[in-house]
């Protein structure tokens, strides 16, 4: 069992400066020999807050890899649907035929579907991005 280390007003001096420094938990507990559960919950007794800046990285979302230029847009997709569903209402057509503009007809339902909600997703994205800036900023404003 390891053996518990009591808290020395040294300690807790670090702890405050390298809070102020915006060092991580982990160098923090590091500097103080300690664990970072100790670290942490001592911090939490004394009141002290620590905040880590970080690099600004540009937010992951789900439109990183998607250039929202590249979508067909849904008019064009209602289209295709429209052209499908007045093709398969021709006489003649064979099974093969029919089951083609059956499939073009599905293809197009769903991807209005799924555009529609890839651009709630996008607003969505947009507006956490905006909020986790305004915690950072707050953040550094306290700090």
Known sequence: MPKWKSWKKKDIQLLRQLAEDGKSWEVIAAE????????QQKAR?????????TLPTPPVTTTTKLDSRELIPVQEALEILAAA???????????????????????????????????????????VVELEAK?????????
């Open 32 to 39: 103080l020999g300690r664990s970072v559960e100790a670290v």
């Open 45 to 53: 007794r004394l009141g002290v807050d620590v905040v880590v800046p």
């Open 85 to 127: 569903l007045k093709a398969a209402g021709e006489k003649g057509l064979d099974a093969l035929e029919i089951q083609r503009l059956n499939a073009v007809a599905t293809l197009a339902r769903t991807y209005e579907n799924l555009f529609a909600r890839f651009m709630q997703y996008r607003e969505i994205e947009k507006r």
């Open 135 to 143: 915690y950072a900023r707050l953040a550094k404003e306290k700090g």
